[in-house]
């Protein structure tokens, strides 16, 4: 059973530089927009990190920047019935290590609404 509660985090995990994608990921977003996977590539998606393709960013008041798809003011995803694979595999296991880091520090600053941002030194 999950020890992470995702409807409490600010979303960290959206936040990671590289969230690599694959074609069948490019064609799931474009089917979600109505619109043709190479369109969905070009409007979704960049070459960085050395990665063929990783989502586009946009800014973010907590972590600086985070995914294009993700509502900075709900913290949610936007697209998730179509989020690419990887962000379905996330964390893998099940604890997730912000989140235990997360809950660590609101119970010990008595903040439950406290978020550990990318200025708090352990999430650079
Ligand atoms: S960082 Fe962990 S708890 Fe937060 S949204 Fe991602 S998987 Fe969920
Ligand atoms: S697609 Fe959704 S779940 Fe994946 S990183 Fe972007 S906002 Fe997060």
């Known amino acids: 059973m999950a020890k992470y509660d995702c409807m409490k985090c600010p979303g960290y995990c959206c936040s990671y530089p590289v969230i690599e994608i694959t074609g069948r990921d490019v064609a799931r977003l474009g089917r979600h927009f109505g619109i043709t996977a190479p369109e969905a590539q070009a409007k979704f998606t960049k070459k960085a990190h050395g990665r063929e393709r990783v989502l586009r960013r946009k800014d973010d008041p907590h972590f600086g920047r985070i995914c294009r798809f993700f509502d900075t003011e709900a913290r949610r995803c936007t697209v998730y019935k179509a989020r690419p694979g990887i962000c379905r595999q996330f964390p893998g296991e099940s604890r997730c290590g912000y989140y ?25």
């Not at 997360?102 to 999430?123: I, P």
């Open 100 to 124: 235990d880091f997360l809950k660590f520090e609101r119970e010990h600053q008595k903040d439950a609404d406290y978020v550990a941002t990318t200025d708090s030194g352990m999430f650079r």
